[in-house]
């Protein structure tokens, strides 16, 4: 749905004083770069020029839910990137500098993520002269966190060694006593703001150099982005996407999602998890639409699907659970493609999806991966437990990556002759890739660079089976297993059978200590809004009926020994589960 | 649709001796190649591997028509083309040899095209080490246009330099006294068939070692297709085309037309044009199935169309026309993406495949140009004429193509300053273009490739102007252009006019000397079936209506000072109208 036909933005237009001028070309630098013909290096920045060459005037990114809604076409928003990368050169950024941003989804994180903050030519007196063969300076950005506490943003902030940040005025506090630059957003949009002041330097450049003032990156594999990983064990690793990385993987996620010029965008997934898990880049090659909300607010998302046209959106299933049990939730007018990542879907929330109009997709990925890389297509004609069964596994290689394999742990460490594991859906090795869509290496970290890299492939750390289709179905992080009387048992299995009893919400497994066994599985059971009244006083009872209810669909080794019943679980931003805190409440038990 | 869904192909079922058992990878070659971790080489080869990895027994290519009908799985389909790897090494092809395809639609050129005859190792002593650093051998395809003459047949083998030719039974009197080895199929798929019997001797070798035991080209800008161009003015040049081009525009190609997993292409446009327009790659990479016929018969197009669930294919407009007109034509069950290149469809066309359910696509390529280079989309909101009329245009730039720039002539033939004409729909100027998806060069020809390639630029030799909403409407190829009094008038402009009289089926519109105007134009037209009659024994009357059509639509200089009425228009093979031989038939009179 366009803009036009939307009627949640029937009254945007763009404001005419930002519409480049009709004969003003949008390619940067010299597009030969001194290159063969036949070559141009791949670049996600190309996609926004694309975009406001063929739409300039088509709505790129809305965010209505705030005192100063601001609606950008993609002519306006191409102006607002240029001026922003002007600015940055003014403010001294070179070449492979770190910019971070802290920021809800918004236009201000959305503009920087989703073009990657490269191309920008310092403004020297060599830079007077257009494609003067001054090296182009190229920024990688930064997006960071906005739920850590202040010490881990700090952390990060010296281990990027960021040289600006671009914060939020909500997100200050977690970068106050900081010696690097800042500049502050109030989200307004507005004159005064003095994020779009800091833009307003860049303006008068903007308008006088353009796009061919930019320089483009000639070094396709140079870095793009520096995410940092949710860090659920130790320290955050940063990890280093390039641009051809993320060109190829933004096209295989349009094409595999169908997102196109039709797609209306719904930032649910915080952006600054692994970069949005690509779909900065993916909207705007597809040249869709995004819509940004500050918060995950589920009758403003459920007020966005019944009334934005929004035809995507990417979240957890924890988040999904929250969407499908508001009170708002209802038959939609339009499908919705729900990419699901994190976790796998259990039945019965694939059938709260459908039912309301949602149809699911689960696919698998790491901020070491570029977002994603396996997906599935779904499985209209079988009944639903068959569909979630096949749906719960992670599925086959991505449109551009590599082959993703199942690999047995390397006999006396030697990682050069990696063997496959049977396609027999039962013996259990590590996920191990490579290829266009696998990061570059860990930033300033060449030691977990080398071994995750091992053999020449990106070891994951996830253990999973292969099925005799191809299909990869994840049994557990190495972690996560419980060794259970010599057995392994999958925390992933257990909470997967668990979850099919009708009463229960949410499910997390993991394992406690056990004077015989070694180890036992312990479950941690959100009940159902409609059935907390139900077990009041007796969760013992419901103890034993859990149990029973196990039994009947695990091995005995797998049963969980204990149950508790919580309000609540511990979940990083992204809505992943943190079995490590789990694992604290257990040893203290 | 998938096979099994398809009432055409019910009979279907992968014979299981050519199903690669499933614990075999099919992944070739050392897959770190000595390259980092997150790089692997672009090559429409992994689309092949990973099809046969997804969905061994999806249907992917059907040939239904013959006396001996053959269907294929992904899993024998990859079976076979390993066969054929290795049964070219044993007939010792190296690395850059050149391979010929000499057939009409069907599987045997299917097979090499669409997965480029890529990724051998030749198999010397040093080969029976695998991985052995040997350098990968690597032959080019080069698909021959079979409705050639026998003489410009022998000056395109003679020129590519081929050293084996892979020949169906029919073309064999194109290759009569050749000395180049030839390999002959019957078409049949069966035992005793020249072409089956060329691929069981490289089974032994594929049973053996498989995709592994073939090495895979390390350099994605290596050379992978050499097709000719068609040649409508002097000798056909050969047109280099590289792996990463190929894989970047049939990616772009599948996202553009919307094939997936659940499509069905059939082969209408001949394979052996400008690599299929890229849809060899595009349909494997979709995993989705194929149906190949050998002549265009319209009847049968029909057939499939209304039977095998068909909801893709290419073709020019004369083709497309006849598609429209043929007896069998109705009204279809599930709609069909009609993708139109080689000459902008008229009003009547595209409401005439609409009434059918065909949805037309209009766009633009070049044999130089990895088959297309922009593509629009359909509105359909507006009405017919106004549609037709942007539709028309060819549109704005590729996804993965850089930009499309409309120029003025070089001043002083200084091709490093290239101006962009005025974005007004009016200055006309030549379509250049460069990057990713422009063919590399010219095969031995250094000095057309320098003079197609000045200033970093393909020079594609089409005038058009550019719209203000930045799409690009060809005028005319340059050599087609009317000089009338000075006045340089558009001969597609004036095709386009006269093709809107309702009685008018084509028409072809060509310079003819004028003693006054230097110039005029004279029209050549094909009647509609039904006015045949109308008009006959009155072509002088016919003449003075039409006359009279243009001069309500168009500018004097422009209006055709003669008119011929004709039952057929000279035509490649491709169905476009050959202008060259119209001005030899005008030359006489």
């Not at 506490?149 to 700090?154: G, I, Y």
């Not at 860049?202 to 594999?221: C, M, Y």
């Not at 979240?315 to 493609?337: C, E, F, M």
């Not at 996920?431 to 990061?439: E, F, L, P």
């Amino acid at each position: 749905m366009s803009f036009a036909s939307n009627p949640a933005f029937q009254g945007f237009r763009p404001t005419p004083e930002s519409i480049p001028p009709p004969n003003v070309s949008l390619r940067h630098g010299d597009p030969t770069n001194g290159l063969p013909v036949n070559i141009h290096p791949l670049n996600p920045v190309a996609f926004v020029l694309r975009a406001a060459l063929n739409y300039p005037d088509k709505l790129a990114i809305a965010h209505p839910d705030v005192r100063y809604p601001v609606f950008y076409s993609y002519g306006i928003w191409s102006q607002r990137i240029q001026n922003l990368a002007y600015a940055l050169i003014q403010h001294g950024i070179m070449s492979g500098d770190r910019v971070a941003v802290i920021a809800p989804n918004s236009p201000m994180i959305a503009g920087p993520v989703s073009t990657v903050l490269t191309l920008v030519l310092p403004l020297t007196e060599a830079a007077t002269e257009a494609h003067s063969g001054v090296l182009a300076a190229r920024a990688i950005i930064a997006p960071i966190n906005t739920r850590l506490t202040k010490s881990e943003v700090s952390y990060i902030l010296e281990h990027s060694g960021a040289k600006l940040i671009l914060v939020d005025d909500e997100c200050i506090h977690l970068v106050k006593d900081t010696k690097i630059p800042l500049v502050v957003t109030n989200d307004s949009g507005r004159p005064g703001d003095p994020y779009e002041e800091f833009l307003s330097a860049g303006r008068r450049f903007s308008k006088e150099r353009g796009w061919p003032g930019l320089e483009a990156e000639i070094d396709e594999n140079a870095p793009a982005v520096l995410c940092y990983t949710s860090g659920t064990t130790g320290r955050p690793k940063g990890v280093i996407t390039t641009l051809r990385g993320s060109y190829l993987a933004a096209i295989a996620n349009a094409y595999e999602s169908q997102i196109n010029r039709d797609s209306t965008y719904l930032w649910v997934l915080p952006m600054f998890h692994a970069a949005g898990w690509t779909f900065p880049w993916s909207i705007v090659f597809a040249f869709a639409t995004q819509i940004t909300i500050r918060t995950v607010n589920f009758t403003r998302i459920w007020s966005h699907f019944l009334h934005s046209g929004v035809t995507h959106y990417c979240a957890a299933p924890t988040v999904q659970i929250g969407i499908v049990n508001d009170p708002a939730a209802r038959q939609l007018p339009q499908p919705i493609s729900a990419i699901i990542a994190g976790a796998a879907p259990t039945a019965h929330l694939i059938s709260e999806l459908e039912k309301k109009g949602i149809n699911p997709v689960h696919v698998y990925g790491l901020t070491e991966v570029s977002g994603i890389f396996y997906i599935y297509p779904s499985w209209a004609k079988l009944l639903l437990e068959e569909r979630a069964k096949l749906m719960a596994r992670q599925g086959q290689s991505f449109a551009t990556a590599q082959e993703v394999r199942v690999v047995l742990p390397a006999k006396d460490g030697n990682d050069d002759m990696l063997v496959d594991v049977p396609k027999d859906g039962k013996s259990v090795g590590e996920i191990i890739t490579r290829g266009n869509i696998v990061m570059k290496e860990y930033f300033r970290d060449p030691e977990a660079t080398r071994k995750a890299f091992r053999g020449g492939y990106f070891h994951s750390g996830d253990l999973a089976v292969m099925h005799p289709d191809g299909a990869v179905a994840i049994m557990d992080r190495s972690k996560d297993i419980i060794i259970s009387g010599g057995e392994n048992a999958s925390s992933l299995a257990i909470e997967q059978e668990l979850a099919s009893h009708p009463h229960i919400l949410e499910v997390s497994v993991v394992a406690r200590s056990h004077p015989k066994w070694g180890e036992r599985p312990m479950a941690f059971v959100i009940l159902h809004k409609h059935h907390v009244k139900t077990w009041e006083g007796m969760h013992d009872k419901f103890t034993r009926e859990l149990k029973q209810h196990a039994r009947a669909r695990l091995p005995g080794f797998a049963c969980p020994e204990w149950v508790q019943i919580v309000e609540d679980l511990p979940k990083t931003s992204t809505g992943k589960i943190l079995k490590t805190d789990l694992r604290k409440i257990v040893a203290k038990l």
